[in-house]
């Protein structure tokens, strides 16, 4: 778990995730409104019963992608602060996931805060998701993150 | 050039390890490295359109030239969330 210059905390490991930690973290005073996003393990997957999952990270760098995330979101919108955690290894049906708390004085920032959190992590943090069913395992469908354009070479490849 | 190659989800799976270490010859760019796995590996070559690959714990084109102690990764579509 680690703090960036803005107060926001930002968690990936394999404890579960304490969402009264993170709303607390974020609720002060001076909110009007804390918006929060609870992401499950659901029991099936198109169609097919889901057993449980297994989450892997390259976790060096998906926490500074979490990191980026929410750095992002105090240029973006008008809030106060940010919690986001990501659990790693096995989770059961139910278990949360993922969970991200955003405060802010009013709630459209809050709200658009916290919906731009999720679909950006799920975008751009290598995070990799496993889903297991009776007959075993499958590496679930996932986004490709945008790359950078290269950047033109000194001169070309002779 | 000694570089560091890390391979992540379903890559890992088939490129048979986690974490490898490989020589390149100076001027050798993300690809040239991808190339060499997907020789030894073909399964891994199918795989090219749908990954990206990081160096230095940030994206990075397929062009980008290697240096000397880069930590460069393979990432499948990610899937977190």
């Known amino acids: ?116 959190a999720i679909d950006t992590l799920k975008k751009t943090v290598p995070i990799w998701k496993k889903e297991f069913f009776e007959d075993g395992g499958v590496w679930a469908d ?9 950047t033109p070479a000194a001169k070309p490849a002779s | 050039m000694q570089t560091r190659v890390l391979f992540f989800g379903k890559l890992k799976e088939l490129a048979g390890a986690a974490e490898q270490s490989v020589e390149l010859r100076s001027g050798a760019t993300i690809s040239d490295l991808f190339d060499r796995f997907a020789h030894e590996t073909p399964a891994l070559a199918s795989f090219r359109s749908s990954v990206v690959a990081s160096r230095n714990q940030e994206f990075a084109p397929w062009t980008t030239v290697l240096e000397p102690g880069d930590e460069i990764a393979f990432l499948p579509p990610v899937s977190g969330g």
Do not use: W
């Open chain 1, 1 to 116: 778990m680690t703090l960036s210059p803005n107060d926001d905390l930002v968690f990936l490991g394999r404890d579960s995730i304490a969402a009264d930690v993170l709303i607390r973290h974020v609720r002060q005073a001076h909110n009007g409104a804390v918006v929060t996003f609870d992401g499950c393990v659901r029991n099936h997957s198109h169609s097919r019963t889901t057993l449980y999952l297994e989450y892997e990270a390259y976790e060096s760098m998906a926490l500074e992608k979490m990191h980026e995330i929410a750095a992002s979101l105090h240029t973006l919108f008008a809030i106060d602060s940010v919690a986001i955690a990501h659990r790693l290894g096995r989770l059961e049906i139910g278990e949360t996931s993922v969970f991200i708390a955003v405060s802010a004085p009013h709630r459209k920032a809050a709200f658009e805060a916290c919906r731009h």
């Open chain 1, 142 to 150: 996932g986004e490709l993150p945008p790359v950078p354009a290269a």
